[in-house]
Structures are given as C-alpha cells and as structure tokens.
C-alpha cells in the first residue's frame, strides 16, 4: 500500500513537471531573423526591461530589474534610466541622473510610460520595486541637465505586483497586475493552474479602480494611436487583448490575438498604428536560466490590429547567442531598439 501511494504521487509530480513544460513552451526554438544592420549597444549588460520614445526622438531605457524568478547579473546594482538620441548617427546611451532625496540604492524600474503636459513639460512614469513592492515614481525630464527630478511617489493598496502602466494624463494611468500571490512558488502555480486572477488597473488621484480581470499574467500594456483602444499583452496565456475605452476609462474587449509566444511589452508604432511585441518564445528557459542554454529573443509585428485577420510577422528572432529574454521592441523613423528583461539591448536600423 505504501509503495503505492508513493508510485501515485511520483506518478503525479511527473505529470506535473510534464504539463508545466508543455505550458512554458520547453521544447520550443527560433529560427534566426535579424534586420541586417543591428548591433549590441554598448553599455547595457543587465537588462532593457522597457523603452519609451518622445516624438522628438529621445528614447528612456529602464535597466536593472531585479524580479522573483527572473535572472539578474548585478543583484546588488541598483538600476538605472538611460536615455539615447535616436536622431544621432550611431546614437550611445547615456545614464540619467536622478534628484537628490530619491532613494536610488532601492531604485528597481521595470515598466515605463513617458508623458507630455499641455506646457511640453515631459515626465517619466517609472513602475519601481524597491524591496520587491510596487511603487510609482513620477520623474519630470530636464532635458538640458540630462536629469530626472524626482516628484512623487504613488503607492496604492491595488497597485500591486505591477509590471507596466500607460500614462493617459496628468496622474492617470493604467496599470497591469501580473501575478497575484506574493510567493515566487504560488506565482508559478497560479500560472500553470490559470487561476486568472490578474487584472489591469486604472489609477487617477480621484478613483483608483480594476478594469478589466481575468488574465492570466497582464504585462504590456500600451494604447492605439487614436486613444480609443487598448492594447495588453497577457505574457503566460500568449495573447494580445484589444479592449475599447469608454468616456470613464472603463474598458470592454473588443478581441484577442492568439500567438506562440510569451508576450512581454507592446509598443505602437505611432505613424502606422502598427504594434511591435517584446516576446519570449520559450518560458521554460527564462524561469528556469541557464546559461549555457539561454534563453532566447523574438519580436513580433502585428499590421491592422483591430481588423478579422491582423497579419503577423516575426521581425527578430534570436536562440540566445546575441540577444536572451527580449521583453520590448520599439521603432523611430527606421530605427528599431530591442530591450530584453536582464540581458544587452540592440539597435538596428530597418
Ligand atoms: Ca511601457
Ligand atoms: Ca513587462
């Protein structure tokens, strides 16, 4: 009798491990594609998690982050905002400074949104996880100083295990939960069990209120050209979600893409409305980091979103070699910047 319970539950952890690899795509590998003039840009080694572009051309990269069950090379590095002047010919990085009285040993960006007042004052929303909580930091720009002058920090009891926002106005945005449990374990059984309890937030200082549920792990999030639609990656159930937006910021889905990827950030091409996607072909081998099989970096373009039949084209590829964990891809007047959760960062031009 004995020997077989443990039989059974042998039996069912191996069941268990063979669905969780089949859930994070184990087996799964690219096939190389790569623009033909791109290169590693030098300077960022632990991590791109997300890239926001000004219409004028200056790109803020957030760097350093430090997640449950993500690899990091510099645990002990607190991270960092670089800013890169796409309007220059082989453009470099360049870290900005942050104000005196933030505090910058605990500073841990992960996804970013920019904002422009109506005085084109510019501000950087940064999702941070100073001792592994979620906070919001609103930064203003200057551009002159090359600096970010801390302004506030908001803290909320949903603001919860945030992974991205989009900045709609002046402290209004919305804003992705990813996982509900606190624990890394319970995160990773929440994912494979699709409890889909993660959900996408809007935040004002008037109302702070859940707008859509029932992701499996809400990531990405960015917004149509036009501001009437809403776009948010579900990174575990490999689908982009449209939603449209209603005069009080509620949102209702419209439709979702189905795709074979971990999708991660989403940008929108502001000139064509097409949407690039930051994704990671095989879950398995970023939960699961080793570094003599890394892995790998995919970035999806997606033509006519909101028709039947979006078209769909794989616009980098890479099995780890050059580029591991791609979680954003953005483009400005032909050049494309591919930022990845904890490795380098690429530029090319298109
Ligand atoms: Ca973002
Ligand atoms: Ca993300």
């Known amino acids: 009798m004995g020997k077989l319970v443990v039989l059974a539950l042998l039996g069912a952890a191996l069941a268990l491990i063979v669905a969780f690899r089949q859930r994070f795509s184990a087996s799964r590998e690219v096939e190389p594609v790569e623009p033909r003039n791109c290169q590693l840009i030098e300077g960022i080694e632990n991590g791109s998690e997300d890239i926001d572009i000004l219409p004028s051309g200056l790109a803020f990269i957030s760097s350093g982050l430090k997640y449950p069950g993500m690899p990091n090379f510099a645990p002990n590095k607190p991270g960092q905002i670089f800013m890169m002047d796409l309007n220059k010919p082989n ?59 801390h302004l506030k920090t908001i803290e909320h009891e949903l603001l919860k295990s945030v992974n991205d926002i989009f900045v709609v106005g002046p402290e209004q945005f919305y804003a992705t939960r990813d996982h509900y449990f606190a624990n890394h374990f319970l995160t990773l059984l929440e994912m494979l ?34 501001k009437k639609y809403i776009y948010i990656a579900d990174a575990t159930d490999k689908s982009i979600c449209v939603m449209k937006i209603h005069d009080n910021w509620n949102l209702t889905q419209l439709k979702v893409i189905h795709l ?30 080793n570094p003599k099989d890394p892995p790998g970096s995919e970035v999806l373009h997606i033509q006519d979103v909101l028709s039947e039949k979006p078209k769909i084209n794989t616009i980098y590829a890479n099995n780890g070699s050059v580029l591991q964990g791609s979680s954003v891809a953005i483009v400005y007047n032909r050049k494309l910047l591919i930022g990845t959760v904890f490795h380098k960062a690429l530029y090319c031009e298109l």
């Open 260 to 289: 074979d990827t971990f999708v991660d950030n989403l940008t929108v091409d502001p000139d064509t409305g097409d949407v690039l996607a930051g994704c990671h072909p095989n879950g398995w081998k970023i939960l699961f980091y």
């Open 193 to 226: 069990m699709d409890f889909r309890w993660s959900h996408v937030l809007f935040y004002s200082p008037k109302e702070v209120k859940v707008v859509a549920k029932g992701f499996n792990s809400a990531n990405g999030i960015t917004i149509s050209p036009d």
């Open 91 to 149: 453009p470099s990085i360049q870290e900005l400074s942050i104000s005196n009285g933030f505090d910058k040993a605990s500073f841990n960006p992960h996804g970013i949104s920019t904002f422009i007042d109506e005085d084109h004052n510019v501000y950087l929303y940064v999702v941070n996880h100073p001792r592994m909580e979620s906070t919001l930091e609103i930064f203003k720009f200057e551009e002159q100083q090359r600096s970010l002058v």
